[in-house]
């Protein structure tokens, strides 16, 4: 393991971190433009075609007035959903799916008008819309069931797909070619072709790629049940007796396969399309939940009384049940749109959980973005970490933005949240509430992610200063007591030769050595001193460095020393404490060109200050950190501190050296801000 350079530990803890997680966009943009115009024509044939109907007062044909609100209901309904893949991805299904609505909106808005044109006479009959009534609904409607499902996966269809959608094509020609006085054999077509794609789905749904799996049962359930729900035009041919039955039956199913499309490509997050439903949504759900509830309420109404009392009736009906449905809707596409981001505690929870999952610092910040993203429904989500106080542009507010955030934590600002809607969307209020809200979590992960950096930086400084201590002890024995001891062992063996000979001579000899074993072991005394003096562990701080300046005396440097009395001392901060002022001492008695240094060791709220003042030469230009500056920063770092290096009087003859550290009288792995600029 190298030496820890001098600015290793400053770029440690002051880069700025990114975690980032974005989910890929689609390969091609949406149309939402066209996607809402769509959108638009259809909703307004639906309501048109309402509008209509309900104005003429036309309940005699009863059959005509239910298809009239599945049409309708086709139109509201798969226009919202056509609109929202388009808006996102113009994919074939988007395209099938608005075939079906516009389809079903001009069917309804030609049946509306027959009704109407006929309780008014004198207004135009309108032929070709009213004709459009009886063919307009057929390609999307059949398309839906045995064409969209071949294409609801995450690829392009295999040979057996692009089978299956042939077989839908020729089975939507057919029907349109069957003769008009039997049409039974398509309409048996028509639902032997569902059946059959209503198989295939489910077997994808059991045996298929495990990224499509998701939602394929929902969905060959709603295609069995709309290939079903043709079977009453069999009968209806040979009898009148099932005149309600067909467009009820349809009318169910549309409650039953939107809602299976949607989930297929929510939970799939096909073609890079995790939809986001919004009040439209709401709104096309609720218009068909009341369009069946008026259906329901006609039939029913209508054997009990007859002519418009039924629609009044029907009418009162649908204001009974508009707001209780229009609140249960809201509550379940507010869960799709919004995530957890409604419940800002089962957000705070799902962000929880992506935090234990994370096995080191990055992984935390990376888990906070992913969890901010999954809550809150969003494109992607960037964490960026500031590792440093003060942040590198905290001066900077970003909390004017929408689509950013500052994240403080204890008054400190750990970092910045940016983030990004999907495409086609913006940042609501009601999102950037809940982040808002998600923010102190943010905060308390950041914490803990800093922290967590912090310890493991303390613990890699802390390998290598012992390292270092053990080199220093390895280079005094081997290159100081190991050669001292050899010529001990010369000396002596010297002293012997000549003993019998020359006793003088030979008693000489052994004082010399007597006296260079005294020298030595005051070096090996001033070696123990240094790394962790008896008096520090004895009497305390104080004494340990009122014996630092003893020993100087000594030596003819006076240290000025201003010590406050310290009592229950973390020895990790005492021997830190000591090791910065021993270095700092003898850095000034060999380098600064004086004869005395001042030294203060004083302690203000939560922290020690200690610091070493000379007024010599100071620090030249060209000055670099060695290895007793290195040494002493990494001890304040281990403890969450700072060191600086400074002159005193710059531009002065002698500008002076000043040591300066701060170093936390509880040590806790949090940085405390640099008292000055480090070098």
């Given at each position: 393991?190298?030496?820890?350079?001098?600015?290793?530990?400053?770029?440690?803890?002051?880069?700025?971190?990114?975690?980032?997680?974005?989910?890929?966009?689609?390969?091609?943009?949406?149309?939402?433009?066209?996607?809402?115009?769509?959108?638009?024509?259809?909703?307004?044939?639906?309501?048109?075609?309402?509008?209509?109907?309900?104005?003429?007062?036309?309940?005699?044909?009863?059959?005509?007035?239910?298809?009239?609100?599945?049409?309708?209901?086709?139109?509201?309904?798969?226009?919202?959903?056509a609109?929202?893949?388009?808006?996102?991805?113009?994919?074939?299904?988007?395209?099938?799916?608005?075939?079906?609505?516009?389809?079903?909106?001009?069917?309804?808005?030609?049946?509306?008008?027959?009704?109407?044109?006929?309780?008014?006479?004198?207004?135009?009959?309108?032929?070709?819309?009213?004709?459009?009534?009886?063919?307009?609904?057929?390609?999307?409607?059949?398309?839906?069931?045995?064409?969209v499902?071949?294409?609801?996966?995450?690829?392009?269809?295999?040979?057996?797909?692009?089978c299956?959608?042939?077989?839908?094509?020729?089975?939507?020609?057919?029907?349109?070619?069957?003769?008009?006085?039997?049409?039974?054999?398509?309409?048996?077509?028509?639902?032997?072709?569902?059946?059959?794609?209503?198989?295939?789905?489910?077997?994808?749904?059991?045996?298929g790629?495990?990224?499509?799996?998701?939602?394929?049962?929902?969905?060959?359930?709603?295609?069995?049940?709309?290939?079903?729900?043709?079977?009453?035009?069999?009968?209806?041919?040979?009898?009148?007796?099932?005149?309600?039955?067909?467009?009820?039956?349809?009318?169910?199913?549309?409650?039953?396969?939107?809602?299976?499309?949607l989930?297929?490509?929510?939970?799939?997050?096909?073609?890079?399309?995790?939809?986001?439903?919004?009040?439209?949504?709401?709104?096309?759900?609720?218009?068909?939940?009341?369009?069946?509830?008026?259906?329901?309420?006609?039939?029913?109404?209508?054997?009990?009384?007859?002519?418009?009392?039924?629609?009044?009736?029907?009418?009162?009906?649908?204001?009974?049940?508009?707001?209780?449905?229009?609140?249960?809707?809201?509550?379940?596409?507010?869960?799709?749109?919004?995530?957890?981001?409604r419940?800002?505690?089962r957000?705070?929870?799902?962000?929880?959980?992506?935090?234990?999952?994370?096995?080191?610092?990055?992984?935390?910040?990376?888990?906070l973005?992913?969890?901010?993203?999954?809550?809150?429904?969003?494109?992607?989500?960037?964490?960026?970490?500031?590792?440093?106080?003060p942040?590198?542009?905290?001066?900077?507010?970003?909390?004017?933005?929408?689509?950013?955030?500052?994240?403080?934590?204890?008054?400190?600002?750990?970092?910045?949240?940016?983030?990004?809607?999907?495409?086609?969307?913006?940042?609501?209020?009601?999102?950037?509430?809940?982040?808002?809200?998600?923010?102190?979590?943010?905060?308390?992960?950041?914490?803990?992610?800093?922290t967590?950096?912090?310890?493991?930086?303390?613990?890699?400084?802390?390998?290598?200063?012992?390292?270092?201590?053990?080199?220093?002890?390895?280079?005094?024995?081997?290159?100081?007591?190991?050669?001292?001891?050899?010529?001990?062992?010369?000396?002596?063996?010297?002293?012997?030769?000549v003993?019998?000979?020359?006793?003088?001579?030979?008693?000489?000899?052994?004082?010399?050595?007597?006296?260079?074993?005294?020298?030595?072991?005051?070096?090996?005394?001033?070696?123990?001193?240094?790394?962790?003096?008896?008096?520090?562990?004895?009497?305390?701080?104080?004494?340990?460095?009122?014996?630092?300046?003893?020993?100087?005396?000594?030596?003819?440097?006076?240290?000025?020393?201003?010590?406050?009395?310290?009592?229950?001392l973390?020895?990790?901060?005492?021997?830190?404490?000591?090791?910065?002022?021993?270095?700092?001492?003898?850095?000034?008695?060999?380098?600064?060109?004086?004869?005395?240094?001042r030294?203060?060791?004083e302690a203000?709220?939560?922290?020690?200050?200690?610091?070493?003042?000379?007024?010599?030469?100071?620090?030249?230009?060209?000055?670099?950190?060695?290895?007793?500056?290195?040494?002493?920063?990494?001890?304040?770092?281990?403890?969450?501190?700072?060191?600086?290096?400074?002159?005193?009087?710059?531009?002065?003859?002698?500008?002076?050296?000043?040591?300066?550290?701060?170093?936390?009288?509880?040590?806790?792995?949090?940085?405390?801000?640099?008292?000055?600029?480090?070098?």
């Amino acid at each position: 393991m190298g030496e820890l350079r001098d600015d290793d530990l400053a770029r440690a803890w002051s880069r700025p971190y990114r975690g980032t997680v974005a989910e890929p966009g689609p390969g091609r943009a949406g149309l939402p433009r066209t996607a809402w115009t769509v959108a638009g024509i259809a909703w307004a044939l639906g309501v048109s075609a309402i509008v209509l109907q309900l104005a003429s007062g036309v309940t005699m044909l009863l059959g005509d007035l239910l298809f009239v609100v599945v049409d309708a209901t086709v139109a509201i309904v798969y226009g919202t959903v056509a609109g929202v893949i388009l808006a996102r991805r113009p994919h074939v299904v988007g395209w099938l799916v608005a075939l079906a609505a516009l389809g079903g909106g001009i069917a309804a808005l030609g049946g509306a008008w027959r009704s109407f044109a006929s309780s008014r006479p004198g207004l135009p009959p309108l032929d070709t819309l009213t004709a459009a009534y009886g063919w307009a609904w057929v390609p999307g409607t059949i398309g839906l069931f045995v064409l969209v499902p071949w294409f609801v996966r995450s690829g392009r269809p295999g040979i057996g797909g692009w089978c299956g959608v042939a077989g839908g094509v020729a089975v939507i020609a057919a029907f349109f070619l069957a003769p008009p006085d039997d049409p039974r054999p398509a309409i048996l077509a028509v639902v032997v072709m569902g059946l059959v794609t209503a198989a295939a789905t489910a077997w994808r749904w059991r045996r298929g790629p495990v990224a499509d799996r998701r939602g394929l049962g929902l969905l060959a359930l709603g295609v069995a049940l709309m290939a079903l729900s043709f079977l009453p035009l069999l009968a209806t041919w040979a009898s009148t007796q099932v005149t309600y039955l067909l467009p009820l039956t349809h009318l169910a199913c549309q409650a039953l396969f939107p809602a299976a499309i949607l989930v297929c490509v929510l939970r799939n997050r096909l073609w890079g399309i995790d939809l986001v439903l919004s009040r439209a949504t709401v709104a096309a759900m609720l218009a068909l939940g009341l369009a069946l509830v008026y259906a329901v309420v006609v039939v029913v109404a209508t054997t009990v009384v007859d002519g418009p009392a039924a629609q009044v009736v029907a009418a009162v009906g649908v204001a009974v049940a508009v707001q209780p449905l229009h609140a249960w809707l809201r509550g379940r596409v507010r869960t799709l749109v919004y995530g957890d981001g409604r419940d800002p505690g089962r957000a705070a929870i799902s962000l929880g959980q992506h935090l234990a999952s994370a096995a080191d610092a990055d992984e935390l910040v990376t888990a906070l973005a992913a969890g901010v993203r999954e809550a809150l429904r969003l494109d992607s989500v960037t964490v960026e970490r500031f590792d440093a106080a003060p942040a590198p542009d905290a001066t900077t507010p970003a909390a004017v933005r929408d689509d950013v955030r500052d994240v403080v934590h204890g008054g400190r600002l750990l970092g910045r949240v940016h983030v990004a809607p999907r495409a086609g969307e913006r940042l609501d209020r009601r999102t950037q509430d809940a982040l808002d809200q998600l923010l102190p979590v943010l905060g308390a992960g950041l914490a803990l992610a800093q922290t967590a950096r912090d310890l493991e930086v303390a613990r890699d400084a802390t390998t290598r200063a012992r390292l270092a201590e053990r080199r220093v002890i390895r280079r005094e024995l081997h290159d100081g007591i190991g050669p001292w001891l050899s010529g001990l062992r010369l000396g002596l063996q010297g002293a012997r030769n000549v003993v019998a000979a020359d006793p003088v001579a030979a008693a000489q000899v052994l004082d010399a050595l007597g006296e260079e074993v005294g020298q030595r072991m005051e070096d090996v005394r001033a070696l123990s001193r240094s790394l962790l003096p008896p008096a520090l562990d004895d009497l305390g701080l104080e004494a340990a460095l009122g014996e630092l300046a003893g020993r100087q005396a000594l030596g003819g440097f006076v240290v000025d020393l201003r010590c406050d009395p310290f009592v229950g001392l973390d020895p990790r901060v005492a021997a830190a404490a000591y090791a910065i002022a021993s270095e700092s001492v003898v850095n000034a008695a060999r380098h600064s060109g004086v004869g005395e240094c001042r030294l203060t060791v004083e302690a203000h709220a939560d922290v020690l200050h200690l610091t070493c003042t000379d007024a010599g030469r100071g620090l030249g230009d060209d000055a670099t950190a060695g290895v007793g500056s290195r040494s002493m920063r990494e001890r304040a770092a281990e403890l969450g501190g700072t060191l600086a290096v400074d002159v005193v009087h710059p531009g002065e003859p002698r500008p002076g050296t000043r040591v300066h550290a701060v170093l936390p009288l509880v040590p806790g792995g949090v940085t405390l801000a640099a008292p000055g600029a480090a070098r």
